[in-house]
Each structure stands twice: as structure tokens, then as C-alpha cells.
């Protein structure tokens, strides 16, 4: 029995051993063909770098200025997250906490809103927006991304919420606290986790985000990150090499903060999936 | 208490009146939209309301079912491969071993970049007869020569499908992984010390324990394959020709490309009901449990 | 210190579920009543109407000479310490301690001063700036003592505080406890569903049955006068054996005999009985003999299944002929084994007889 048990976990390892290396896989390939001339690219290529060239990456930064979308991004997502994690606090302490009649009905309502499919209202947003004048500029991102964040956080959040034992917010009520300052001085310090949590899924999804990017942006000016990859344009070929330069540079601050944050990204992707 | 219920309305009013705006709205739009006949290309025509008659052209549209069928084709193999691998990560991951943090990690990074820079990734991969899947693939012998992937249909496809499972795999380990960890331990243990192999405590302990969050994966999954843009956006542009193209990408090519305004909000409202109908049974089947779990 | 009254109070939630009906109490000042009663029997609610933590749907709650019942709990000025503690984690013992009074805004030399005495008093001085996941679960319990204690409060409420502690750390903080309450003189609720933790503690006891008061005494009256079955059944340890049969005069005087599946005896009932009774004596008042001479009334023939030694006496558990299980009390040095025939006699002192129907005493 114990040699059979060896060997399941043999296989089991060795198979969790391919699946690492085909996660691993593309972004070592892009990492090694960010360093190799254009030229070589598609001739003979090898696991192996040959040549290692920095030019892509200057390049990416000096003539295609990839500084602004990297700002661009950075706003957009910070402030949108900002501006859900408070907003959406209030209402999920609500939904978690007091009790009011179609509460039910709200919770189905925020479930069903982030199942909408952005396609559906890409067109009215983009006729609002410029009737409003905000085509190609921060509010006229900031704005459609709540669509998804703000159902997402709300969800999320008062998923975490419920975690948190009531007894300690009845005991500060006992103790003469009224419920501003149980909320403040109990609820919000034991949250700050989940607000972290919650914050840190938002600011993904809001920086991943590509098709309203796509269609509410004119020009290299307000493009996010994943609209300037994609639209790459090279003089006579696609270019290759600054593209996965590109890459490299916006997946090497998500790894890191992937690495550091696995834990809590688990944990609120669970907490507001398999809650609901 | 009466104080309480205000409250609680004062308090999820602007986050409600948010989504209200700005996607209830749209929706409704939309939907208007729909009715009329609106070509931004042709704007001596005006705007008149023609009825369900674009709906009658979707019935009509050839490449719209086409559409519908790349779509549901994808859902179904992404999906299929998801769960099966997904499943197996997520036992490897339920026992603790060394470097298993690591594995987490790993596994999340595909989750979080953009899908754009996945599909870029992948394409990159199999591009041109240069790429190093046809070296990969040739070297090893499975190819007898280096073909041009993104020529034909069914190679085509490979690519996606093998960059969506890549990027949402983790998604559906993590799932399912939340899951594993609520079955008792204990289960396990009994059935052992009856007698029981490990497939037969897989397949009458585990599976059925995890059938919630294998449904809720699922139907989170179906809607994101329904959805899926970004990355055929990117990855084939709906080609060869438009023999990849999923319903949202027909859709925008209607929008904003075409200018089908009036068109393109009826593509819309479809889409938008068949994910609604999905995302309705998802509320149905497990929304009982919304509000009142805790007491 | 205050007292505490209910009158006609009443809790029923919005899904139809009674938890109080038609309730009346009152704890007197300085009292520590306990509420007592199995799951699902209303107690928890009750003291947590008491708190304000939940609000009634009927009737009135005083405290002192207060009518409390639509206020808030910020505003009732009692203090209470839950069944898991609830000490804030993110807080440290002294914080924990201190929360109420830095609520109510009381001058730091007032906390300090208090916080100091009450740790000293109940040992945690030495652990005031650890934070509650470095205690062990008897100093959380304490520390959740202290936070109420600190308040100096109108009444202490205790929702099961000592179910999570283990059996011996139990008895000693219940000790603890009378010896608390003795010296702060305040007035207690306490929640249990432990009935010995109940007798052993309480002034007088508030027996409930799903949400609805069977009697409230003291521990002596409930023990030897029960109202009910049912607070017969559930106040001492071993249970109360019942026995089902009919009262009738069978004689030319007054008195009343019992006629059951095995026992035939003489009930002191003056009045009419209705012919289905329960009658019930407690293992205590039933004497085993060996032998299996069963002679006379009051006495029956059985045989022992299991002997349970307790130290201080034995527990035996018999089956009569007709069927029916018993349990009774024997001196520890009495000769008694499995499998045993032995005669059990029934103490006249101990009947109480209850009827069938409304459970209600008889006699």
C-alpha cells in the first residue's frame, strides 16, 4: 500500500510539474524574445537567449512613451477602486449588517449587474459620454468602470463583512457605543484586511479592463495599458519585440504583487465567489 | 426597527444609484436603441423606429448564429478543460507540500494580467512558421513541418482555447479549491478505515460534496465564455475571415465599426438575454441564500 | 444596582417563530436570577430583549424605575458578557477593559483608576497590554468579566459565560461568580442551560420551556415543589423518574391510590384526580433492596442493568418487569451489581404526582 501511495504521488507531481511549466512557459518565452533583436525573432528560435538586447525597452519608453499609459492606467484603476472601497463600504455594512426589507432584492440586483455583458452598453455609454464631452479622457473611464467595480466590491466586501463576528459590534453597544463609533472603532479596523483585499481585486480587474478602454479612448494621450499593447503599430511588421518588452513590463509589478498578496486575493476570490 | 430600515436604504443609495445609472440606464437605452433603424454611416436616413425588425435580421443573419456558435463552442471546450484541470490543481493544492505557496502564486499570475497581454503572449507563441511552438512541436516530432496557425479555423482555435484555459484555469482551481476545503476531513478518514480506495473516495466523497462549487464555477465560467472579447480581439481578430468571431466582437465590428447603431443594440439586447437567462438561473438556484443566512 | 422587570413581554419574529410569549418577571435589586431551560427554550433572547440587542414586539421592559423598552442598548446602562467572550481583537486587555468608559468620554485618570483595580481584582494586571489572542480562554473569560465590571453598571447580564470553558476551570469560575456577585451586591441574569450550574448559583431560578415561564423560585422550591413535569423532569440530576398510570379511591377514606404498570401506591391527593397521571420521584427517594422480595405496596421488582459508581454514591439503572426503565440512588457501599434481581422501594416523601394532560402538579 505504501509503494502504491508513492507512486500516485509520483505521477501527481510530476503532472503538477508540467502544469507549472506550461503557467511558466509563456512568460519566460516572452522574457527571453524581449531581449532579442526583431530580426531574430521568428528565425531559429531557441529556449535558450542568445543575444541580449536592451533596445526594445528603451525603445518602449523613449519613442513610444509607454510612461503615459502606464499613468493613464494608474489613475484610472486607483481612482475608481478609491472611489468604490468607500462608497461601497457604507453600502456593504448595510446589506451585512442591518436588516431592511428587499435587501434580498439588492444583493440578487448587484449579482445580476456583474453578470452584464459590457458589450450590452458599450454604445449608450459611448453616446453619453460624448454628449457629456468625456470621449478620451479620465471620467469618461472612471465612470463605465463602475459598472463592474462597484457590484464587485459591494459583493466582496459585505462577503467579508459577514465574517466578522456581530457579537463584537453588540458588545460595543452594550458598552454604550452608538453605532457610528462601533462601526468606526470595531467594525472598520477589523475590515482594513478586507477593504485591503477587496481594494487589491478592484484595482486588477479595473487595470485588465479592455473593451470600454478600447472604446472610449481616441488616442495615446488617455490609452490604458492593455489598449496601448494591443495597438502596437510597427513601420512595416508588428513589433514584436517592444510589444513583449511591453509585456514584460506590465506583468513584472502584477507577479510581484500577486507573490505578496496571494494569500488575501485567494481568500477574497473565495470569500465573494463560493459565498454566493 | 424602523430606524434601522432607513438606514440601511441611506446607506446603500449611492452605491445603488451608481449602478443604476450607469448600467440600467445604458441598459434601457440599449434597448430603445434597438427598435429604431440608426446608421451612423447613412445619417440622411434618420433615425425611425422600424420595431422588432432588426431582431427579424438577426433571425436572418447567418453570420450572427455563426457567431453563437463560435461562442458556445468556446464556453464548451474552455470550460471542459477548466474544470478538469482546475479540479486536479485544486487537489494538489489541498495537501500541503513544499513550495506549495509557490504553486498558488504561480497559478495566479495568468489570473491577473490583462487578457489582452495573455492573448499577445500566446499569439506571439504560435506566430509565423517561426514560432516556438512550430520549433517545439516539429523538434518533438508531432508536426512534420511548421504550419501557419492562424490560416485555418481549426488551428486557429488553439491557440485561444489553450490561452483561455491558461489564463482562467487558476480562477477555477481557486473555486474549487474553496470548496474542497469545506468537506470534513473526517469523511475521508471513515471511508478509509472502511476500506476505501482513493478514486472510490474521490468519486463518492468529494465530487458529490463539491457539486455547489463546481455549479457556481460554471456558471461563473459559462458567462465569462459568453462574454469573451479581449482575447479573439486580439489573438485572431475573429479570423480567419470571421470563422472565430465571437457574439460580443460581431457585435462591436456592427457598433463601432459599421456604425450599426440600431443593429448593434439589438445584437446587444440578445446578448444581453441570453446571459441574463444564465445569470437568472445562477440567482435562482443558489440566491436563496442572499440575505437571511446568518441568523 | 437596579432591578429588572418584564411584563407581559413578547417576541415573535417576522417568520412567525414565538421565541417569549405572554412573559412576566421581575429580578429584584441584588438578585441573580438565572434563566434556565433547554435549547431553543427562549432564554438567550430574553436577555438579549433585556439588553436591547433585539427589540419586543409586546410589552414592557423596566429597569429600575425606567421604562427601557424602546431604548437602545448605549442608553440602558447594563453590562453584559457573551458566550464567546467578544473581546475586541484589534484592542489590547486594558483597551478591552477601558472601552465603555472611553465611549462615555469619563477622564482618563477615572479609567486608568478603575481599569487598574478591576485587573488587579480578577488577576489580569499583569497581562493588561496583551491582546486577546494571547489568552487562554480563561483569561478571556475574565477579561470579559472585567470589561463589565469596570462599567459599574445597573445589572450584569451572562449569556452562558462558562459553556466554553472545560469541566473543571467550570466549577471554579462558577465559585467565582457567587463570590462576585456577593461582593458587588448587583443585579444578575444569567443564561444557562447547565440546570446544576442553575442551582448552585442562583438566587432564584426562571424555569422556560419554548419561550413560555413554568416556574420561577428558588433552587429548594423548584427541587422539591416543581410546578410542572416538565420542571420536574429537567431541575436535579439524575432526572426525576416519571411513571404513567391512574389515581383512584380505592379505599373508604380520602385518600387516593396510584395504580401503574408495576407500582401500586398511596398518593396524598385530597382532591379529584382526572384518571391519567404521571407520578414522579426522584432516583433519591428510591431505595434498593437485594432480594427479590416484593412485598406490599410501594415496592417493585427489578432487575439492574447498569451501575454507574460515583464516588460519593452509586447510580443504578434498573428495568421493572413491565418494562419500564428506572433510575435510582444507592449508598456506595452497597452490594450492587449488573444483572442483579433487587426490589426497589418508592419513599412516600418523594411522590409527586403530575397530570397526564396539562402536566400540571397534583400533588
Given at each position: 500500500?505504501?509503494?502504491?501511495a508513492?507512486?500516485?504521488?509520483w505521477?501527481?507531481g ?5 502544469l ?8 519566460y ?5 524581449s531581449?532579442?533583436p526583431?530580426a ?11 543575444d541580449?538586447i536592451?533596445d526594445?525597452?528603451?525603445?518602449l ?24 472601497l ?13 436588516e ?10 448587484i449579482l445580476a ?17 460624448r ?9 469618461g473611464?472612471?465612470?463605465p468602470y ?8 459591494v459583493?466582496?466586501?459585505t ?10 459590534e453588540?458588545?460595543?453597544?452594550v ?6 463609533q462601533?462601526?468606526?472603532?470595531i ?8 477593504l ?5 481585486l478592484t ?5 485588465n479592463?479592455f ?10 494621450e488617455?490609452?490604458t ?12 511588421q508588428?513589433?514584436w519585440?517592444q510589444?513583449?518588452a511591453?509585456?514584460?513590463v ?9 507573490l505578496?498578496?496571494q494569500?488575501?486575493i485567494v481568500?477574497?476570490?473565495t470569500?465573494?465567489?463560493v459565498?454566493? | 426597527?424602523?430606524?434601522e ?6 446607506l ?5 444609484g ?13 434597448f430603445w436603441?434597438?427598435l ?22 438577426i ?5 450572427f448564429?455563426a457567431?453563437l456558435?463560435h ?8 470550460i471542459?478543460l ?7 490543481l ?11 505557496g509557490?504553486v ?13 497581454v495573455?492573448?499577445?503572449l500566446?499569439?506571439?507563441?504560435f ?15 508531432i508536426l ?16 485561444v482555447?489553450l ?10 482551481a481557486?473555486l ?6 469545506n468537506?470534513?476531513?473526517t ?7 472502511d ?13 458529490p460534496?463539491?457539486k455547489?462549487?463546481?455549479?457556481v464555477?460554471?456558471?461563473?465560467r459559462?458567462?465569462d ?21 465571437p457574439?460580443a ?6 457598433l463601432l465599426?459599421n ?8 445584437l ?9 437567462g444564465?445569470?437568472?438561473l ?14 | ?21 405572554d412573559l412576566?418577571?421581575?429580578?429584584a ?5 438565572v ?11 430574553i ?7 433585539e427589540s419586543?414586539?409586546?410589552g414592557?421592559?423596566r429597569i429600575g ?5 424602546d431604548?437602545?442598548?448605549q442608553q440602558?446602562?447594563i ?6 467572550y467578544?473581546l475586541?481583537?484589534h484592542?489590547t486587555?486594558r483597551?478591552?477593559?477601558?472601552f465603555?468608559?472611553?465611549?462615555r468620554?469619563?477622564?482618563v485618570?477615572?479609567?486608568d ?5 478591576v ?8 497581562l ?13 473569560q475574565?477579561?470579559a468579566?472585567?470589561?463589565a ?33 456577593r ?36 433552587p429548594?422550591?423548584l427541587?422539591?415543589h ?30 387516593r ?5 408495576d407500582?401500586?401506591?398511596?398518593v396524598?391527593?385530597?382532591?379529584e ?6 407520578l414522579?420521584?426522584r ?10 422480595n ?9 432487575e ?7 464516588g ?11 418494562g ?20 426497589i ?9 403530575f ?7 397534583l400533588?
Amino acid at each position: 500500500m505504501k509503494a502504491r501511495a508513492g507512486w500516485g504521488q509520483w505521477a501527481m507531481g510530476g503532472v503538477l510539474v508540467a502544469l507549472m511549466v506550461f503557467t511558466l512557459f509563456p512568460f519566460y518565452w516572452a522574457l527571453v524574445s524581449s531581449f532579442t533583436p526583431d530580426a531574430a525573432l521568428f528565425r531559429d528560435p531557441s529556449l535558450w537567449p542568445k543575444d541580449i538586447i536592451l533596445d526594445h525597452y528603451r525603445a518602449l519608453f523613449d519613442e513610444r512613451d509607454f510612461f503615459t499609459p502606464i499613468r493613464n492606467s494608474l489613475i484610472v484603476a486607483g481612482t475608481t477602486t478609491f472611489f468604490c472601497l468607500t462608497v461601497g463600504t457604507l453600502a456593504a455594512y448595510a446589506l451585512a449588517r442591518l436588516e431592511f426589507r428587499g435587501k434580498a432584492a439588492i444583493m440578487a440586483f448587484i449579482l445580476a449587474v456583474t453578470m452584464f455583458p459590457q458589450i450590452s452598453i458599450v454604445s449608450p455609454l459611448y453616446l453619453l459620454l460624448r454628449s457629456l464631452r468625456l470621449i478620451d479622457t479620465y471620467p469618461g473611464l472612471i465612470m463605465p468602470y463602475m459598472t463592474f467595480a462597484m457590484p464587485l466590491t459591494v459583493w466582496v466586501l459585505t462577503g467579508s463583512i459577514r465574517q466578522i463576528p456581530r457579537d463584537l459590534e453588540e458588545a460595543a453597544h452594550v458598552d454604550g457605543a452608538s453605532r457610528r463609533q462601533s462601526f468606526t472603532k470595531i467594525l472598520l479596523p477589523l475590515a482594513v484586511p478586507s477593504l485591503a483585499t477587496t481594494g487589491i481585486l478592484t484595482f486588477i480587474y479595473c487595470w485588465n479592463e479592455f473593451l470600454f478602454a478600447l472604446s472610449f479612448t481616441l488616442g495615446p494621450e488617455r490609452q490604458t495599458v492593455p489598449v496601448a499593447i494591443a495597438l502596437f503599430r510597427g513601420q512595416y511588421q508588428v513589433p514584436w519585440g517592444q510589444i513583449l518588452a511591453a509585456a514584460v513590463v506590465a506583468t513584472a509589478p502584477v507577479a510581484v504583487m500577486v507573490l505578496l498578496f496571494q494569500r488575501r486575493i485567494v481568500q477574497g476570490l473565495t470569500a465573494g465567489a463560493v459565498k454566493g | 426597527m424602523k430606524s434601522e430600515s432607513r438606514l440601511g436604504w441611506m446607506l446603500v443609495a449611492p452605491a445603488l444609484g451608481v449602478i443604476a445609472l450607469i448600467a440600467i440606464f445604458p441598459l434601457g437605452w440599449t434597448f430603445w436603441e434597438s427598435l429604431h433603424l440608426h446608421e451612423l454611416r447613412m445619417p440622411w436616413l434618420g433615425k425611425p423606429f422600424i420595431g422588432v425588425d432588426n431582431y427579424v435580421e438577426i433571425a436572418r443573419d447567418p453570420r450572427f448564429w455563426a457567431a453563437l456558435g463560435h461562442t458556445a463552442f468556446f464556453t464548451f471546450v474552455s470550460i471542459s478543460l477548466e474544470l478538469v484541470i482546475g479540479l486536479f490543481l485544486a487537489l494538489a493544492m489541498n495537501r500541503a507540500f513544499r513550495g506549495r505557496g509557490f504553486v498558488r502564486a504561480a497559478v495566479l499570475v495568468p489570473w491577473a494580467i490583462p487578457t489582452v497581454v495573455a492573448a499577445l503572449l500566446w499569439r506571439f507563441i504560435f506566430e509565423s512558421q517561426g514560432g516556438i511552438a512550430n520549433e517545439l512541436l516539429v523538434s518533438v516530432g508531432i508536426l512534420d513541418q511548421p504550419i501557419v496557425w492562424f490560416i485555418k479555423t481549426w488551428t486557429a482555435w488553439i491557440p485561444v482555447i489553450l490561452a483561455d484555459v491558461w489564463k482562467t484555469t487558476p480562477f477555477v482551481a481557486l473555486l474549487l479549491l474553496a470548496g474542497l476545503q469545506n468537506i470534513d476531513l473526517t469523511l475521508y478518514e471513515a471511508a478509509a478505515v472502511d476500506g476505501a480506495n482513493p478514486w472510490w473516495q474521490l468519486r463518492h466523497i468529494t465530487l458529490p460534496l463539491l457539486k455547489p462549487a463546481i455549479l457556481v464555477t460554471l456558471i461563473f465560467r459559462t458567462l465569462d465564455g459568453f462574454r469573451v472579447f479581449d482575447l479573439i480581439y486580439v489573438l485572431t481578430g475573429g479570423g480567419p475571415g470571421t470563422t472565430t468571431e465571437p457574439v460580443a466582437l460581431y457585435t462591436f465590428n456592427a457598433l463601432l465599426q459599421n456604425l450599426r447603431f440600431g443593429y448593434g443594440s439589438a445584437l446587444s439586447v440578445v446578448i444581453f438575454s441570453i446571459t441574463f437567462g444564465i445569470a437568472l438561473l445562477y440567482v435562482k438556484g443558489l440566491g436563496v441564500k442572499l440575505a437571511g443566512e446568518e441568523r | 444596582m437596579a432591578r429588572i422587570s418584564l411584563e407581559h413581554v413578547e417576541k415573535v419574529y417576522p417568520n412567525g417563530y414565538v421565541a417569549a410569549r405572554d412573559l412576566s418577571l421581575e429580578v429584584a435589586d441584588g438578585e441573580l436570577l438565572v434563566l434556565v431551560g433547554p435549547s431553543g427554550s427562549g432564554k438567550s433572547t430574553i436577555l438579549r430583549l433585556m439588553a436591547g440587542l433585539e427589540s419586543v414586539t409586546g410589552g414592557t421592559i423596566r429597569i429600575g424605575e425606567r421604562d427601557v423598552t424602546d431604548l437602545p442598548p448605549q442608553q440602558r446602562d447594563i453590562a453584559m458578557v457573551f458566550q464567546n467572550y467578544a473581546l475586541y481583537p484589534h484592542m489590547t486587555v486594558r483597551q478591552n477593559l477601558a472601552f465603555g468608559l472611553t465611549i462615555r468620554k469619563q477622564p482618563v485618570s477615572v479609567i486608568d483608576q478603575r481599569v487598574l483595580a478591576v485587573a488587579a481584582s480578577l488577576g489580569l494586571d499583569v497581562l493588561l497590554d496583551r491582546k486577546p489572542a494571547q489568552l487562554s480562554g480563561g483569561q478571556r473569560q475574565r477579561v470579559a468579566l472585567g470589561r463589565a465590571i469596570v462599567r459599574e453598571p445597573l445589572a450584569f447580564l451572562f449569556d452562558e459565560p462558562l459553556s466554553n470553558l472545560d469541566a473543571q476551570l467550570r466549577v471554579e469560575t462558577r465559585v467565582e461568580l457567587s463570590r462576585l456577585h456577593r461582593k458587588l451586591g448587583a443585579t444578575m441574569v444569567y443564561v444557562t442551560h447547565d440546570q446544576s450550574e442553575a442551582l448552585t448559583l442562583g438566587d432564584r431560578i426562571a424555569v422556560l420551556k419554548e419561550g413560555v415561564l413554568q416556574q420561577i423560585a428558588t433552587p429548594m422550591q423548584l427541587y422539591h415543589h416543581p410546578a410542572n413535569k416538565f420542571v420536574a423532569g429537567f431541575i436535579g440530576s439524575p432526572s426525576m423518574n416519571f411513571l404513567d398510570g391512574v389515581v383512584r379511591r380505592e379505599g373508604p377514606g380520602a385518600e387516593r391510590t396510584f395504580r401503574g404498570k408495576d407500582l401500586t401506591i398511596d398518593v396524598p391527593l385530597r382532591t379529584e384526580a382526572p384518571d391519567k397521571v404521571f407520578l414522579g420521584v426522584r432516583p433519591q427517594h428510591l431505595e434498593v433492596f437485594g432480594g427479590a422480595n416484593a412485598g406490599g405496596d410501594g415496592t417493585l421488582r427489578a432487575e439492574v442493568g447498569v451501575v454507574e459508581p460515583m464516588g460519593n454514591e452509586q447510580i443504578v439503572y434498573v428495568t421493572l418487569s413491565g418494562g419500564d426503565r428506572l433510575v435510582a440512588v444507592a449508598p456506595p457501599d452497597q452490594q450492587v451489581t449488573p444483572g442483579d434481581v433487587v426490589s426497589i422501594r418508592v419513599r412516600p416523601e418523594g411522590i409527586h404526582v403530575f397530570d397526564a394532560g396539562t402536566g400540571a402538579r397534583l400533588g
